[in-house]
């Protein structure tokens, strides 16, 4: 297993983590009651 493997895998986990990212932000944001999903809006309300 030469480099390759290691860029694919790399790849793969950049991957996921995004994945887990947004899920993790949808999962906040419903769960503090805020489930419109416009981030420009939303951060210009908050402050």
């Not at 860029?7 to 805020?34: D, I």
């Amino acid at each position: 297993m030469g480099h390759d493997g290691v860029y694919v895998w790399t790849a793969y986990a950049l991957t996921l983590a995004a994945m887990a990212v947004e899920v993790a932000v949808l999962l906040w944001r419903s769960r503090s009651g805020r489930v419109d999903v416009v981030p420009g809006r939303d951060l210009k309300r908050e402050r």
